[in-house]
């Protein structure tokens, strides 16, 4: 028996599938028992230099020619950025298995495609969609099924991740170009450093974690790091906090708190020993309690062709089998979000005052006048007319929290009010977080 | 459809599967798509007190009942210690699925298991053997079969990891005390604080990383952490490590070199993060790097549980589907050890001396006539007349420091030679570490 695979796409990601393939192909066919060939790659363009020899009669710089091929069983689809759809839902209506590391387009357009994958009984994999490496997938789809999951939290993006050390002691702008020229951010680094990237991975690990059909739109706020400096990474420490880029799921009695955005965490805590551009993944679930998966490459193009090989290796094992074992649709339940302005949460808050008498009066006047307590405060000796305070605050609502800012803004005795950040508590059990 | 469900046992363990299994039965069956009902529970004491209520007509104390029931399809066999083989062989022989999570088993008569379940186009499922939550052993079995794996190395005893914490500030009989109390040790330790435990699980995990019939006996040498005092960590600590008990596998072209030991890992790699009595697991792969699974809940019924049940969905839906998806033992392949006697690796030394002129200088002697190197070395002032010393020697393989140690226990200026303890470096890229 020969299996015979079509791939669209031959970028960086493509290139370490295609090397991994080859180099280990004997192997994978020893443990399948049965014949595997990359049978044609589709790519944009035929005369483009590769890093990769591929041999005669492969290449095609027609997509259809794959789809469109009986003989081709299974499908990766590499084009990346949500461009795969059309090409995607086609695969899956002749009746091929897909394989897809496109996080994108699972996060915005998953209902569809796993609606026409279930419609035609194929397999669709996506478990190098998030976490690279890091089984993260395969873990929420079959490896946690038993268990009901109460909270997930992320660090799912390494650029993020790398850069916050960076400006913990230098600058935001200074750590960007780091991370630039290190190779971990774009020349335009939007998707990353705004919490783009985080919300789409977010919202397919929710999606798998609480089986509910879960979009990007379902993700509210999504905060990124661009407004932090070094200053608010120096108060955290010494508050015992360290600053994480977090994507946050929340079963609240059924209905999904999910968010990302920059996050005080106790530096005991698991999330708080990801460090570098890796990736990691906590989970608290009812029977299995607390659980981490990392520190492990959350991208790269080997790291990536591992999980999209394993991938791959499953489907072939069903197709040997023939049957589909992956991931069903048919158990999944609307969403029904929690309102985010109910969320409560303790908060770090920095703020430039007016140096003169009164003006901390001020601000604890105005968190007093929406039920704000402050739990701990930290302002520096100096002689600058402008002091700068640090606080951290009691538990309360988001929509306390938005108020109060708003009235920072307006208040003359402050000069600046930076955003507030979001704790989690050390002592969670002492208090209701979240609720 | 009806999927009917047998249970060897009703222990800690089984009564956590039974519980979380009745809790959360609904949301199984409506996933798979099928009833699911235990049907039959073998246990020795009918008539013993249980803290979950059992139906009428589900306890039996004849095993035979479940096995020779041709309506059983999946058994749970959670008797334990090594006690269920003849029951497994024969729930394998009459082609039912088997699940189980006797880590003893696997790692002494997997091969006759697994041949069993070949034979019989069943599953044999043990996802709960090793790491209780943590999805080590889907993992390894599915997630990197793409990679090829060059190194793991394990935490894989809550019990022990717990004591190096208590016997690094007390010592080890109150560490061990505490354990007792703590509910983590059993009145007879043995099998944890000797290794003995880490060691069954590390042939479950070699088995599977490494695609070969690894099995206890593979493992040498087995050291536990009695020997362990204070003053180790305090030194340790000094120079920048932790002590932990690892479980060591790794592939030397082609050769398995597999040990549990304790040893000085650098306090920032990730399996320094493991703390309390939890499991961490640490693999690296030519493709995905390094990467670590943990800190989870390394044993436990509600942990264990969750792993027992994911394992029993997977199979009910190869039922439903009509297929075997689990690991396949055809493609494994015979072990060949690598020589102990050649590892190479840094080792930690503690010695007691008499306090006199020459008794340094005798130390460096005996090493240097076995051509190991001191790297570096730390004596506390004393007015004791038996001075301690610690040192830290350059890699040297494992014979010329076995030879070095029993050089030590015939001088006369060495009162008394501490184990000597492998250590992990810190910059490993520097050094040939273990070759």
Redesign the interface.
């Known amino acids: 028996m020969e299996i015979k695979i079509g791939m669209l796409g031959l970028g960086t990601v493509g290139t370490?599938v295609y090397q991994?393939f080859q180099e280990?192909r004997k192997?994978?066919q020893?443990?399948l028992?049965c014949g595997l060939t990359i049978a044609k790659i589709a790519v944009a363009h035929l005369d483009k230099e590769r890093k990769v020899q591929i041999p005669e009669g492969i290449l095609t710089d027609n997509a259809q020619e794959i789809i469109e091929d009986p003989g081709i069983q299974v499908v990766i689809e590499l084009i990346g950025g949500g461009k795969g759809l059309e090409h995607d839902l086609a695969i899956l209506k002749t009746r091929k298995h897909l394989i897809t590391a496109d996080k994108l387009l699972i996060a915005t357009r998953g209902d569809e495609l796993f609606q026409a994958a279930a419609k035609n009984n194929v397999n669709l994999m996506f478990?190098a969609s998030v976490g690279?490496?890091?089984?993260v997938v395969?873990?929420l789809r079959?490896?946690?099924?038993?268990?009901?999951i109460k909270r997930l939290m992320a660090i799912a993006n390494g650029t993020t991740n790398f850069m916050l050390a960076a400006i913990a002691i230098l600058s935001y702008d200074t750590a960007l170009s780091l991370a630039i020229s290190e190779g971990y951010a774009e020349p335009d680094p939007t998707f990353d450093v705004e919490g783009l990237d985080t919300a789409y991975k977010l919202a397919i690990l929710a999606r798998l974690a609480f089986?509910q059909r879960v979009t990007f739109e379902h993700i509210y706020p999504v905060e990124g790091i661009t407004a932090l400096e070094p200053a608010d990474f120096t108060y955290a420490n010494r508050w015992g906090y360290v600053i994480k880029l977090i994507a946050w799921a929340e079963d609240r009695d059924g209905k999904l708190d999910l968010r990302v955005h920059p996050m005080l965490i106790p530096e005991e805590h698991?999330l708080a020993?990801i460090v570098g551009a890796n990736n990691g993944f906590y989970v608290e679930?009812?029977?299995?309690?607390?659980?981490?998966?990392?520190?492990?490459?959350g991208a790269?193009p080997?790291?990536t062709?591992?999980?999209?090989?394993?991938d791959?290796?499953?489907v072939c094992?069903?197709i040997k089998?023939?049957?589909?074992?992956a991931y069903?649709i048919?158990?999944l339940e609307k969403v029904e979000t929690y309102p985010v302005t109910k969320i409560v949460s303790r908060y770090f808050l920095r703020l430039t005052l007016a140096n003169e008498a009164g003006a901390l009066e001020e601000v604890a006047n105005i968190l007093k006048d929406f039920g704000i307590s402050i739990s701990a405060f930290d302002q520096p000796e100096t002689t600058n007319p402008e002091a700068e305070v640090a606080l951290i605050t009691w538990p309360t609502e988001d929509l306390n929290m938005s108020k109060a800012s708003a009235r920072f803004q307006e208040s003359p005795m402050v000069k600046k009010a930076y955003p507030s950040i979001r704790i989690l508590p050390k002592e969670e059990k002492g208090e209701e977080h979240g609720k």
Chains 1, 2 share one sequence.
Do not use: C
Request: hydrophobic letters at 30%; charged letters at 20%.
């Open positions: 370490g991994l280990k192997i994978y020893r443990e028992g478990g690279g490496s890091i089984p395969r873990w079959d490896g946690l099924r038993a268990d009901k089986r698991p020993q679930g009812e029977a299995i309690g607390e659980q981490t998966l990392g520190p492990g490459k790269g080997q790291p062709a591992s999980t999209v090989i394993a791959l290796l499953q094992q069903d089998n023939g049957q589909v074992s069903q048919n158990a």
